[in-house]
C-alpha cells in the first residue's frame, strides 16, 4: 500500500492493520468486481439509449409548475423509464413520496371491493402490511373490501406452487411478488426465479395482473422482472433509481391500462397522468436515474466486501460471500449487543454527513426491541446511501446497505472494523 492512502486512512482514524486485512480481502474479489463491472457497463449504456432515443434536452430540466399540463421533462422521463424497463408506460413523479406510496397507489388504483389480492412470496414488506390491512389500520385496502390471500414460502424460502394453485380463485385480480427480501431471512429472487413464478401463475389465470415490488433491485441484475411476464414493476427513487441525487419519488411502470389506472388514483379519475407539476426536481431525477447503473455497482461491491470480511472472521453473513446478488442487501449475524451497536457506530463515523454524531439504540415505534441506525446521508432516510441498522435482540443481525461510490463503501465498512477491534469485540486479524 502507498504511503499516502495509508496516511490518509490514519487521519480517518483507520489502522493499518484494517487497512491490510481489507486489502488481503480485496486481491480475490477482483473477478467478482469485474463482472459487476461488466453489468453496471450495460445498465449504463441501456440509460443513455433512453436518454437518447428521447431526445433528453435542456427544457427537460426547467422548473414546471401549476397543473403540470405539458410537463416535458415529467413526460419524457417517463419515457425514459419505460424504455429502460422495456414497458409500454411509466409514472415516475415526485407526487409519489416514496416506495410504499408506489406500491399504494398501484394497488389501490387496480384493485376494487371484492377483488383478491394474492401474495405468493409470503408476508410482504413491513410497511405494506398497513397498506393491505393485514394490520388493522385507517384507509387500508381490507376497509375498501379488498379480500388479501398470502401463501407462505416453502421451508427452503422458495415458492410453494400446490398451494398457490389453491389459493387463485375466480376473484384473483392481482399477485404481489416483492423481489428483495428486505429485512426477513427468506431469498432475494432472481429475475428469472420471478419469471417462472409469474409464468406459473399466468398458466392458471393469464388475467391476473403480477405486480414485482422491485424496491432494492434495480440494475443488480441484466434485466428487470418486467422483462420476464410483470405487468408492473413498481419501486423508490430513495432506493436504486434515484441514484442517490432524486431528492423523493417513486416510480410505477408497466402496461399502459395498469400504469393509467394507477395515475387515477395517483391525482383524479379524468385527470391521471395529465396533471401533477414536477416542481423543478427533474435535474437530479434524469441525472439520479444515469448516475444509479454505477451507484447499484459500488453498493454490490460494498455488500460484497463487508461479507467477505466478516464471513472471514467467523460470523454468518447472508447472502454469504460466493452467492449471487439479487438485490443490494447485506445480513452480518454479529452475537451481540456491543457488536451491533460498534459496527453501526462505525458505519456512521465514516459518513460524509453526520459523522460526528454517535447513534445509539432506541425504542423505535414499530419494532419489538431497541434498535440502532447509522445514516450519514445527503437525502433524509436514504438508504441507497451507506446505511446500516441493528435490531437489539438475538442473534444480533446487522443489516446494512448502500454507498453511492465505492471508496466511501470501502470506508465505512473499514471504519466498522475499526470499531469492533477498537473495542477487543473480534480476534486479532
Ligand atoms: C424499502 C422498501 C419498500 C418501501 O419503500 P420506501 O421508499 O421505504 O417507502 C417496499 N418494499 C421493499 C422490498 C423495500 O425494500
Not at 422482472?225 to 414493476?233: H, I, N, T, Y
Not at 432506493?239 to 423523493?248: D, E, F, M, T, V
Not at 441525472?287 to 451507484?295: D, I, L, R, W
Not at 463515523?349 to 453526520?354: E, F, L, Q, R
Request: charged content about 25%; glycine content about 10%.
Amino acid at each position: 500500500m502507498k504511503t499516502n492512502k495509508l496516511n490518509i486512512y490514519k487521519d480517518l482514524g483507520i489502522s493499518k492493520e484494517v487497512v491490510d486485512f481489507g486489502e488481503g480481502i480485496l486481491k480475490d474479489l477482483k473477478p467478482r468486481f469485474d463482472k459487476i463491472d461488466e453489468m453496471a457497463e450495460i445498465n449504463q449504456l441501456k440509460v443513455i439509449k433512453a436518454m437518447q432515443d428521447n431526445k433528453v434536452d435542456d427544457a427537460c430540466f426547467s422548473y414546471a409548475s401549476g397543473y403540470g399540463y405539458d410537463d416535458v421533462g415529467r413526460d419524457t422521463l417517463e419515457r425514459v423509464y419505460a424504455q429502460v424497463f422495456k414497458t409500454e408506460d411509466a409514472l415516475v413523479r415526485p407526487l409519489l413520496a416514496c416506495g410504499t406510496h408506489a406500491l399504494s397507489v398501484a394497488l389501490a388504483g387496480n384493485l376494487r371491493p371484492g377483488d383478491e389480492l394474492l401474495s405468493p412470496v409470503g408476508k410482504p414488506y413491513d410497511t405494506l402490511e398497513e397498506v393491505i390491512g393485514i394490520r388493522k389500520s385507517k384507509g387500508s385496502l381490507a376497509e375498501y373490501g379488498v379480500i388479501y390471500k398470502q401463501v407462505d414460502l416453502k421451508e427452503d424460502g422458495y415458492f410453494d406452487y400446490d398451494k398457490i394453485r389453491e389459493a387463485i380463485t375466480a376473484k384473483t385480480k392481482l399477485a404481489t411478488i416483492q423481489r428483495s427480501k428486505g429485512y426477513q431471512t427468506r431469498p432475494s429472487y432472481s429475475v428469472d426465479e420471478i419469471g417462472e413464478l409469474i409464468s406459473f401463475i399466468k398458466s392458471i389465470n393469464p388475467n391476473i395482473i403480477c405486480m414485482v415490488d422491485n424496491c432494492y433491485g434495480e440494475f443488480v441484475e441484466e434485466k428487470e422482472p418486467s422483462e420476464v411476464g410483470a405487468d408492473l414493476v413498481v419501486g423508490s427513487l430513495i432506493k436504486n433509481p434515484g441514484g442517490g441525487l432524486a431528492p423523493i419519488g417513486g416510480y410505477i411502470a408497466g402496461k399502459k391500462e395498469y400504469v393509467e389506472m394507477a395515475a387515477y388514483r395517483l391525482t383524479t379519475p379524468g385527470l391521471g397522468k395529465e396533471v401533477g407539476a414536477s416542481l423543478g426536481v427533474m435535474q437530479s431525477f434524469f441525472q439520479g436515474f444515469f448516475m444509479a447503473p454505477v451507484v447499484v455497482a459500488s453498493a454490490l461491491k460494498s455488500a460484497i466486501f463487508a461479507a467477505s470480511i466478516y464471513e472471514k472472521l467467523g460470523f454468518k453473513v447472508v447472502p454469504d460471500s460466493k452467492e449471487e446478488r439479487h438485490d443490494i442487501i447485506q445480513a452480518v449475524t454479529l452475537e451481540s449487543k456491543e457488536r451491533v451497536i460498534a459496527f453501526c457506530q462505525g458505519i456512521q463515523k465514516a459518513a460524509p454527513v453526520d459523522s460526528y454524531v454517535v447513534p445509539e439504540p432506541w425504542p423505535m415505534p414499530g419494532y419489538d426491541s431497541d434498535v440502532i441506525m447509522a445514516a450519514g446521508a445527503f437525502v433524509q432516510g436514504s438508504s441507497i446511501e451507506l446505511s446500516a441498522d441493528g435490531p437489539i435482540k438475538p442473534p444480533f443481525n446487522v443489516y446494512f446497505q448502500g454507498g453511492l461510490t465505492w471508496p466511501s463503501g470501502k470506508l465505512g465498512i473499514l471504519m466498522s472494523l475499526e470499531y469492533l477491534k477498537r473495542k477487543n469485540l473480534v480476534e486479532d486479524l
